[in-house]
């Protein structure tokens, strides 16, 4: 079992900068895969990035390449989403979420792959 909580959220302008933590509970954390993904009102909810267990692999999607970084660090039992150059389009419930099936440098872009899902946090990026 996985539990996981989001933190960070918030106002933000276009252009500025936020940090969104997601603090884990659980002995699976260490060899799980973590992902961030969002939904915005009225859309479906989408992949945003991931990372495997050691934090060697990451991968993104391409609104939010060279502008997101996702990291973690296991002694902390924490994944992290640093968002730079935020645009209003990025106005979404983001979520985190736990690969607790992932092995090796697998990381999964399709939503069904991930087991466990924190309740989310809003981020709002004003123009």
């Known amino acids: 079992q996985v539990q996981l909580v989001e933190s960070g959220g918030g106002l933000m302008q276009a252009g500025g900068s936020l940090r969104l933590s997601c603090a884990a509970s659980?002995?699976?954390?260490?060899?799980?895969?973590m992902g961030w993904f969002r939904q915005a009102p009225g859309k479906e909810r989408e992949f945003v990035a991931a990372?495997?267990?050691?934090?060697?692999?990451?991968y993104y999607a391409d609104s939010v390449k060279g502008r997101f970084t996702i990291s973690r660090d296991n002694a902390k039992n924490t994944v992290y989403l640093q968002m730079n150059s935020l645009k209003p389009e990025d106005t979404a419930v983001y979520y985190c979420?736990?690969?607790?099936?992932?092995?090796?440098?697998?990381?999964?872009?399709?939503?069904?792959?991930?087991?466990?899902w924190g309740q989310g946090t809003q981020v709002t990026v004003s123009s």
């Open positions: 979420t736990a690969d607790s099936r992932s092995r090796g440098w697998s990381v999964s872009l399709n939503r069904n792959d991930y087991d466990y």
């Open positions: 659980g002995r699976t954390f260490n060899t799980s895969a």
């Open positions: 990372i495997n267990w050691s934090g060697a692999n990451t």
